[in-house]
């Protein structure tokens, strides 16, 4: 079982940038994969960026260029540095991990975080 901690989250200017992180606990001895969604008012949660068990990552083509996800096996945390940010990427964001070598982007996860709030204004 795993518990994610979602953090990084805050308010920014159009252009601005933002990492958000998410801290994994529980048995995170076995591979798994990861993502990030989001989910605006009144839309669906959408699949950001995932990256799977050997790393390879995944892009929405809306974030693709200006959003990259990472992960630091070490301190079982993933990332997502968010750059050029823009006022449509203002959502909660949330990140999501399963027991699966590979996830597609927005797939089914197993474990979820509580998400944190990303604002951009114009």
Do not use: H
């Amino acid at each position: 079982q795993l518990q994610l901690v979602e953090s990084g989250g805050g308010s920014v200017q159009a252009g601005g940038s933002l990492r958000l992180s998410c801290a994994v606990f529980g048995y995170t001895y076995m591979t798994y994969s990861m993502g990030w969604f989001r989910q605006a008012p009144g839309k669906d949660r959408e699949g950001v960026a995932a990256i799977d068990s050997d790393g390879i990552t995944t892009y929405a083509d809306s974030v693709k260029g200006r959003f990259t996800i990472s992960q630091d096996n070490a301190k079982n945390t993933l990332y997502l540095q968010m750059n050029s940010l823009k006022p449509e990427d203002t959502a909660l964001y949330y990140c999501a991990a399963d027991y699966s070598d590979y996830v597609p982007l927005g797939g089914v996860y197993m474990y979820w975080g509580q998400g944190t709030q990303v604002t951009v204004s114009s």
